[in-house]
């Protein structure tokens, strides 16, 4: 099965940046999607942005403009989320994704904190 290991995250300024990666290991061949989910205090979790093994990407309405999911392209098993001009409203607990075939794989969790 597919492990993932987060990266990245912790505390910035209101218009900042910060990027996350989150590699995974194993059965990397099975992954057909990668993406990044967020849950802030009190709310559900949400996606914020994912992308398919061939490039397709989306992104939340709150985030668009604002924060690109890539992967990388020589190992496949990488994946980025690059967050800028970033909100307080943006603070969460951050999780990486990957669909393995049908089955999800959750990252640790990693804080993402934007202070006013």
């Known amino acids: 099965q597919v492990q993932l290991v987060e990266s990245g995250g912790g505390l910035v300024q209101a218009g900042g940046s910060l990027r996350l990666s989150c590699a995974a290991s194993g059965s990397i061949f099975s992954i057909t999607a990668m993406g990044w989910y967020r849950q802030a205090p009190g709310k559900q979790r949400e996606l914020a942005a994912g992308i398919t093994s061939g490039g397709t990407t989306n992104y939340a309405e709150s985030v668009k403009g604002r924060f690109t999911i890539s992967r990388d392209n020589a190992k496949k098993n990488t994946v980025y989320l690059q967050m800028n001009s970033l909100k307080p409203e943006d603070t969460a607990v951050y999780y990486c994704?990957?669909?393995?075939?049908?089955?999800?794989?959750w990252g640790q969790g990693s804080q993402v904190t934007v202070s006013s």
């Open positions: 994704n990957v669909a393995e075939g049908t089955v999800l794989r």
